[in-house]
C-alpha cells in the first residue's frame, strides 16, 4: 500500500473513530444520542421509521450511509449476511431481524471505537445472532464460499484498493450468492479530479468510481448480473445508488478451485462451523461421503 493509501485509510479511521466516540458520550447525557451531522443525503433518514424505532438509539445516531441496503439486498430467512464497514451496527441488526434465529448477520469494521459501539447495540438489542469482526474490507476474515450476502453502505467509495474489495466479497460469496449495496457513484463524464472537487475523500465524493469503472470492477471479479440504479443526487454529476450483483453458480470457464480457499472434501470451509457443500444441490455430509473425506464429521 501506498504512503497515500495509508494516509487516506487512516484518515477515514480517525473520522469514524470519532463519530463513534460522539455517539458514545452523547448516549450517556440527559438528552440521549444526537445523529452525527449529516446533510439530507446521508443518514438515519434513509431508513423507514419504524425501522429507526426497533433499534438503539445509538446504532440510529451512528448511521452514516447513503441509502439502506438491508432493503436493497432483500434478505430472507436462514440466510448468512456480511456488512461491509459495519459501522455502528445499524445494518447488521436489521439484518439479523430479516435473516431470523436461523440465519446470521456478519459486520467488519477497522475502528475499534465502531467495533465497541456495535457490540454495545447488539446487547441493548438482545440480538444473539450476531457477530463483528475486526478488519478491513479488503481483506475479510472469513473462509471462501461462506456467505449468502454481502451488503455495504457506502463504504466501497471510501477504499483505496477496490479490486481487493470485489475479489474479497466474491471470493466469501458461496456459489449463487449476491450483493447489494449502496454507495456513491460518479457520472461517467466526471474525471477523479472533478469528483475531488466535489468533496473529499472521507466526505464519500472524492474516493467515488464511476458507473462504468463500477461496472467493470465487479466484471473483473467475476460477477454477473450487475445493476447500478441511481436513487438521489448528493453532489453535482454524483449519486447514491443501489448496485446488485451475483456469483454465478459455476466456475467461469478456465478457472481451478483453489486449495488455499478453504475447500476440501467437496466442502467450502471444512471442518468450520460455517462449511457448505461446494455443490449447493448436496449436503455437506453428502459431499465427505462422496469424496470420502478423512474429515467426515
Known amino acids: 500500500m501506498s504512503d497515500q493509501s495509508t494516509d487516506l485509510r487512516e484518515t477515514v479511521r480517525q473520522r469514524y473513530a470519532a463519530a463513534a466516540v460522539q455517539v458514545s458520550e452523547g ?3 440527559c438528552c440521549g444520542p444526537q445523529p452525527i ?7 438515519s433518514t434513509l431508513y423507514a421509521t419504524d425501522e429507526r424505532e426497533t433499534l438503539p438509539a445509538e446504532a440510529v445516531a451512528a448511521s452514516l450511509g447513503c441509502g439502506n441496503p ?12 456480511l456488512d461491509l464497514g459495519s459501522g455502528g451496527g445499524i445494518d447488521v441488526l436489521l439484518s439479523a431481524r430479516r435473516v431470523g434465529p436461523t440465519g446470521k448477520a456478519y459486520g467488519l469494521d477497522m475502528t475499534d471505537e465502531m467495533l465497541a459501539l456495535a457490540l454495545t447495540n447488539a446487547e441493548k438489542a438482545g440480538a444473539t445472532n450476531v457477530e463483528f469482526l475486526k478488519g478491513t474490507i479488503e481483506a475479510i476474515p472469513l473462509p471462501a464460499s461462506t456467505i449468502d450476502v454481502v451488503i455495504s453502505n457506502c463504504v466501497i467509495n471510501l477504499s483505496t484498493d477496490k479490486p481487493a474489495v470485489f475479489a474479497e466479497t466474491y471470493r466469501v460469496l458461496r456459489p449463487g450468492g449476491r450483493i447489494g449495496v449502496s454507495d456513491v457513484v460518479a457520472d461517467d463524464s466526471l474525471t477523479p479530479a472533478q469528483r475531488g472537487e466535489r468533496g473529499d475523500h472521507v466526505g464519500c465524493i472524492a474516493g467515488a468510481l464511476s458507473f462504468e469503472e463500477y461496472r467493470t470492477g465487479l466484471e473483473a471479479a467475476g460477477f454477473t448480473g450487475i445493476e447500478i440504479i441511481p436513487t438521489h443526487p448528493v453532489a453535482d454529476g454524483m449519486h447514491s445508488a ?3 450483483a451475483s456469483k454465478p453458480t459455476a ?3 478456465g478457472t481451478r478451485t483453489d486449495p488455499s480457499a478453504g475447500t476440501c472434501c467437496g466442502v467450502n470451509a471444512c471442518c468450520t462451523e460455517v462449511e457448505t457443500a ?3 444441490t448436496v449436503s455437506v455430509s453428502a459431499a465427505k461421503a462422496a469424496s470420502g473425506c478423512g474429515c467426515q464429521s
Not at 37 to 43: L, R, S
Not at 70 to 81: D, I, Y
Open 27 to 29: 448516549g450517556t447525557a
Open 37 to 43: 451531522e449529516t446533510d439530507e443525503n446521508f443518514g
Open 70 to 81: 438491508t432493503a436493497v439486498a432483500e434478505l430472507r430467512e436462514g440466510e448468512r449476511v
Open 242 to 244: 443501489i448496485v446488485r
Open 251 to 253: 466456475p467461469r470457464p
Open 278 to 280: 461446494a455443490d449447493p
